[in-house]
């Protein structure tokens, strides 16, 4: 079992829905969980992360987090084409560094 | 675009030779940590300096071997290249390993033929 799982899609929205990402983690030692947004041919970069269990909203983003289902999510509300990419969960467990799923392609449909 | 820089941005090499790769860490950022990323992949954690030091390492064998510079610039170095090392190698630095800061560079695109 992987530590962090992730449906490789493609998940595929309309243009303005709202895209939900969702991730499962194994490691109940894990702390903080990460989102991340690649886009092909370029390295990660940093949307947003979460400690705590509930939502954190930021902008257009909103991170869900249940630690008891050991779960992770990600709504992109309003979807815009600009927003497909592959997105990549990753989970803190402590080792000094961060586990990654495989990623989730995202396609917005114009 | 964040302040992490690597170099080359592309290399291909042939069955058992040996790679050099470099990162120039963001400025105030001490800890530089060093991942794979095969195709279809999340990135995979090779190993992490701090100050110099390694301080924690993946699954990775010891012919993947790190250096960190006293300007917190680091080297990843693989001898004896196999097919699998193709991917992309992204590094990635932060404060004090805090990953709410890490930011990684544009990669280094490694194919081994």
């Known amino acids: 079992q992987k530590e962090v799982e992730q449906n490789s899609g493609p998940l595929s929205v309309p243009e303005g829905a709202i895209a939900s990402l969702n991730c499962t983690y194994s490691?109940?030692?894990?702390?903080?969980f990460f989102w991340y947004r690649q886009y092909s041919g370029k390295s990660p970069e940093l949307i947003m992360f979460i400690y705590s269990n509930g939502d954190k909203e930021d902008g257009r983003f909103t991170a869900q987090l249940n630690k008891a289902s050991q779960y992770v999510s990600l709504l992109i509300r309003d979807s815009q084409p600009s927003d497909s990419a592959t997105y990549l969960c990753?989970?803190?467990?402590?080792?000094?560094?961060?586990?990654f799923g495989s990623g989730t392609r995202l396609q917005v449909q114009p | 675009e964040t302040g992490v820089t690597q170099s080359p941005t592309h290399l291909i090499k042939t069955r058992g030779q040996q790679v050099t790769l470099r990162c120039s860490s963001q400025s105030g950022h001490n800890t530089v940590s060093w991942y794979q990323q095969a195709l279809g992949q999340g990135p995979q954690f090779i190993f992490q300096y701090y100050r110099e030091e390694e301080n924690g390492r993946g699954n990775f064998p010891p012919r993947f071997s790190g250096l960190q510079f006293p300007n917190y610039s680091s080297e990843l170095n693989v001898n004896a290249l196999e097919l699998d090392d193709s991917a992309l190698y992204l590094c990635?630095?932060?404060?004090?390993?805090?990953?709410?800061?890490?930011?990684f560079g544009p990669g280094t695109r490694l194919l081994v033929l």
């Open positions: 990753a989970a803190d467990t402590g080792r000094r560094a961060l586990t």
């Open positions: 990635a630095s932060s404060n004090s390993g805090n990953q709410e800061t890490q930011y």
């Open positions: 490691d109940r030692g894990s702390q903080s």
